[in-house]
């Protein structure tokens, strides 16, 4: 039998294991960095299953390394499994982490026969937070010889072009008053708020392509009668890149800032989570992998018009991505119309569709691993890129 039968006979024979933790973590949906049942769920399964687990990695509670074998070859394989405030996993993080836990035990079939080390590690706070982030500046990925994940999604897609991201909070301070009584003694942190987000609408006109800002309030003020003394918001920032979303944090720093100097608040503005690069997916990774995808019955966006395309999203996989070979192909559900970050996709995501990407996704990464371990080439150019890195070299 084959590497990849074995890994495909793998992934079958534990089906049932495998849905069954996809399930049980969209059922109990955790934020960022409290996914602790969610954390513990994947680390006893795959104790269980006789891994090497380390719980709270790099000093995340909710972090884990999960290892099998003793390979000069690192396979790194990642999960995520932190869920949206409000509506779940609709983003499909169960998917990736049932589909991550299958193709580390799928590698474990073979990992003798191709001198590999399995490396499952999870991966908290993704959608806030960038537990990747974290990890990757507290060595968690360092030996590593590459890094692989799917992610659900509307569309079949090898090698997506997320966007860069950072975030930033601001807070204005002013001073309370009667509102109608006495406003001229108040100083008000809502007008504050309202320059800021007029000077940004009027800057969207004109940001460089792919460049995106939207936000929320987090504090208005706390009754009408009352000159609101503070207020709050979040600003997510986009851009294709990481110089180009520099530039446009500049700019948006100067419009918040236009807020404060209008109305004689003070402001403060800071990051909540540290920022997210572009992704840059492995071109050889990529083709084992869009082989793999392919030959199990997929159809995926073909080469020409993925290079056209940018997802319009982001992600924390990609400062993993700046770092060592990596990718995260956006593996198909049928989301019924319904897009990443919707009620509607969370639905799919615990359906027969999201049960599919599950099962398919776990033996497309596995046979990825599998042809990257079997390439003497590929193999060479990895163990020599964990040396490089371990020297100080930038990738």
Known sequence: ?????????????????????SHSLHAEPETAFDEHRSAAKIADLLEGEGFAVER?????????????????LVAGVLAEYDALPGIGHACGHNVIAA????????????????????????????????G????????????????????????????PRTLAVTDLEVTYRGRAAHASFAPHQGVNAADALTVAQVAIGLARQHLEPHQMVHGITTHGGDAPNIVPDRTGAVYYLRARSAESLCRLEHRV??????????????E???????????????????????????ALGRVPL?????????????????????????????????????????????EVCAGPSGDAAVLDGAVALA?????????????????????????????
């Open 302 to 346: 073909d080469e020409e018009a993925e290079a056209r395309l940018v997802t319009p999203a982001s992600t924390d996989m990609g400062n993993v991505s700046q770092v060592l070979p990596a990718i995260q192909p956006s593996i198909a559900v049928d989301a019924r119309g319904a897009v990443n970050h919707q009620p509607g996709f969370a």
């Open 132 to 159: 990747k982030v974290l990890l990757l500046e507290r060595g968690a990925f360092d030996d590593l010889a590459f890094a692989l994940l799917i992610h659900p999604s509307p569309d079949e897609i090898c090698a």
């Open 367 to 395: 046979w990825t691993a599998v042809a990257a371990a079997s390439d003497p080439a590929h193999r060479v150019a990895l163990l020599d890129g964990v040396r490089a890195r371990r020297c100080g070299a930038v990738r």
């Open 268 to 294: 403060e503005i800071r990051r909540a989570a540290p920022p997210y690069t572009e992704l840059v997916s492995d071109v050889r990774l990529t083709a084992a992998y869009r082989e793999a995808i392919t």
């Open 1 to 21: 039998m084959s590497h990849r039968d074995r890994c495909r006979a793998a992934v079958e024979r534990r089906r049932s294991t495998l849905l069954a933790l």
């Open 56 to 72: 709270g990695t790099g000093g995340l509670a909710t972090a884990l390394t999960a290892t099998w074998g003793d390979g000069e």
């Open 253 to 266: 720093r100067d419009c918040l800032r236009a807020g404060a100097v209008a109305t004689g608040c003070t």
């Open 99 to 130: 589909a991550s836990v299958g193709a580390a035990l799928a590698l474990r079939e073979v990992a003798a026969d191709l001198d590999l080390t399995v490396r499952l590690i999870g991966t908290p706070a993704e959608e806030s937070g960038g």
